[in-house]
């Protein structure tokens, strides 16, 4: 099958990013990239990353783009990554987004679609409190909510611009924003 296999997915925190990709990787049998969870683990092990990255994603800020890129450039090199892969949470700047062009194209590769998953921010704070992960506090999904606006929303105007760049209305049921990822994917056909 030959379908689009190299996705970004971007949005706000909570817009469902995490939930939507799950379900498309282990269908689509494609790695399901998510930045923050792994940011996660390294904290958890105390990795060199993890330490970097902790007192970043506790306050609910962005760790640096250095340690990123760094992240991005090992994961997507591994065996698993070659044949396609859902990026969950990266890019979140600019720089991070043409960190990635330029990436893909040393690696002989390129992105296949965008999906820009777009959520209310009052049902957005909804979801993140009644998700209770650690780093969920009212205080860091509010600075993580800024931190979207400021810092992340420029990419819906970098990726606007190009071809394959899908905005989903997130505020529906899973099952159907789910069928209108998997329809766009089916256009690589
Ligand atoms: P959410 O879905 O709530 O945005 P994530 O799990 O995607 O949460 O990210 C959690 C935290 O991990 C972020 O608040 C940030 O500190 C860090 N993080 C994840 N991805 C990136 C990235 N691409 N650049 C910088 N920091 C990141």
């Not at 925190?13 to 790695?31: F, R, Y």
């Not at 704070?125 to 606006?149: N, S």
């Not at 905005?167 to 209108?180: A, D, F, S």
Request: net charge negative; aromatic share 8%.
């Amino acid at each position: 099958m030959t379908q689009y296999s190299r996705l970004i997915f971007f949005g706000p925190p909570g817009a469902g990013k995490g939930t939507q990709a799950k379900m498309l990787s282990k269908e689509c049998e494609i790695p399901h990239i998510a930045t923050g969870d792994i940011l996660r683990e390294a904290i958890a092990q105390q990795t060199e990353v993890g330490q970097k990255a902790q007192a970043y994603v506790e306050k609910g800020e962005l760790v640096p783009d250095e340690v990123l890129a760094e992240l991005i450039r090992n994961r997507l090199q591994q065996p698993d990554a070659q044949s396609g892969w859902i990026l969950d949470g990266f890019p979140r700047t600019l720089k991070q987004a043409q960190f990635l062009d330029q990436l893909l194209s040393e690696l002989n590769s390129s992105y296949d679609l965008v999906i820009y998953l777009d959520v209310p921010d009052e049902i957005l704070m909804e979801r993140l409190l009644g998700r209770g992960r650690q780093d969920d506090t009212e205080e860091t999904i509010r600075r993580r909510l800024d931190v979207f606006y400021n810092q992340t929303a420029e990419l819906i105007d970098f990726y606007q611009q190009r071809n394959h760049f899908l905005q989903i209305n997130g505020n529906r049921p899973l099952p159907e924003v789910t069928q209108q990822i998997k329809t766009a994917m089916q256009e690589g056909n």
